[in-house]
Every structure is written in C-alpha cells, then in structure tokens.
C-alpha cells in the first residue's frame, strides 16, 4: 500500500525547522495557490508557470523556500544512513565530488563529509531566507537586484542535495516506500528551475540519465 507523504516523512526527522508563510500575506495566498495546483493533479510543467497578473519574484520567493523545506525533510529522512564513515565527502558517486565554499569560514572550496556540507548548506540557506534584506516579507518592500542570482546559487547547491540522497542513499528511499514521494518532488523542481533556466546544464550531469527517464 502506498503511504501518504507524513507517513514516510516524520516531522522529527526534518533536518531544520521548517520555514513558514505568514498567513494573510501576498505570498502565503500564492503559496496556497501553488498547494492547490500541486494536488489537483496538474501536468507539473504548468504547475511551475507563473500565474498571470503575479509578481515573479514573489513566486519564485515562494517555491525556493518551499523547495528548501521539501528537500531539507527528504535529507533529514536519510541523515541516520549519512555519517562520516559512509559518506567521507559530498559527492555523487565517483565522478562528481562537491567542496563548500561560504567566503566566511571556508573562503576556499573545502572538501567535507557530506553530513557537514549539508549542516554548512541549510544553515546557509536558512540564514538568506530569514534575510529580511534578501527575502522581504514586507508589503512594498522590493526584492534586492541581486535576489535572482541569489536563488540561482540556492536551488544549485540544492540540487546537490537531490544528486547525493539518488546516488548514495536510493536503497534506503526504496526500502522507507519513499521513492514515488521523492520523484515527484524531483520533478517539480526539476520543472520549476527549466521554467527559469535557473541551474547551468552541467551542473545536472549527475542526474540527466534518471531526468531524461522520469521528466520525459
């Protein structure tokens, strides 16, 4: 039987607490927005379009914090399998290997145990989305110049995430009864970052064989 998302994902397994929408806000009504078209059932190349008469930046806002506590949750089921024993540095597979770079601590690419990188890369994105100056929640409060760029940077490093948890830790997905969960998140946020050219083709190398399969 399959399971619902809650069931295979458990709250006390998030890998950071969950950022929320406050209610009564344009981008808590175009997230519910967002919700509703996901579980209508909708072709996901539609689903990431975005709405006429909206903002881009707000929608793209929402889907990247959105896409953070999916993907967080998603490592945070399989974190127990990731230690420093089984997964010495962040890579996917043998032939692409990821080293962190912050500018602050690591001010040059510095090779990490995947379970580190991934502490570095959450706390990372946590601290930009709760970023008042970057992620304005503020009626009339404009978006920074930058701000594309910036989540062009985020939904990199995360896909980073999606290479790992496939390569490294697919059994442990299968065996949770999580894969069709997990796929369909890939999808949307594979749809999602095509939509807006977000992510450079070579940093999708390690997945193109699995795209071309399931986003075809």
């Known amino acids: 039987m399959a399971l619902c998302l809650g069931q295979v994902f458990s709250k006390d397994k998030t890998f950071r607490p969950r950022k929320r929408f406050e209610p009564g806000t344009q981008r808590f009504e175009l997230y519910k927005k967002a919700q509703a078209s996901l579980k209508s059932g909708l072709d996901l190349r539609k689903v990431v379009q975005l709405p006429e008469?909206?903002?881009?930046?707000?929608?793209?806002?929402?889907?990247?914090?959105?896409?953070?506590?999916?993907?967080?949750?998603?490592?945070?089921?399989?974190?127990?399998?990731?230690?420093?024993?089984?997964?010495?540095?962040?890579?996917?597979?043998?032939?692409?290997?990821?080293?962190?770079?912050?500018?602050?601590?690591?001010?040059?690419?510095?090779?990490?145990?995947?379970?580190?990188?991934?502490?570095?890369?959450?706390?990372?994105?946590?601290?930009?989305?709760?970023?008042?100056?970057?992620?304005?929640?503020r009626v009339g409060v404009p978006f920074p110049k930058n701000f594309q760029q910036v989540c062009k940077k985020i939904l990199t490093r995360l896909f980073r995430v999606f290479v790992h948890v496939y390569i490294h830790h697919f059994d442990s997905i299968c065996n949770?009864?999580?894969?069709?969960?997990?796929?369909?998140?890939?999808?949307?946020?594979?749809?999602?970052?095509?939509?807006?050219?977000?992510?450079?083709?070579?940093?999708?190398?390690?997945?193109?064989?699995?795209?071309?399969?399931?986003?075809?």
């Open 53 to 137: 008469g909206e903002n881009i930046n707000d929608w793209i806002a929402v889907h990247v914090v959105d896409f953070f506590n999916r993907i967080n949750l998603i490592y945070g089921t399989v974190s127990e399998f990731c230690t420093e024993r089984s997964c010495p540095i962040m890579s996917g597979g043998q032939r692409y290997e990821y080293r962190w770079q912050d500018g602050d601590l690591y001010k040059k690419p510095t090779k990490l145990p995947a379970l580190k990188y991934m502490n570095l890369l959450m706390d990372w994105i946590e601290a930009l989305i709760n970023d008042e100056d970057t992620f304005p929640t």
């Open 176 to 216: 949770m009864g999580a894969e069709a969960h997990i796929n369909t998140c890939y999808k949307h946020y594979y749809y999602f970052i095509s939509e807006f050219s977000f992510i450079d083709h070579s940093e999708l190398e390690p997945l193109k064989a699995m795209t071309e399969r399931i986003c075809n």
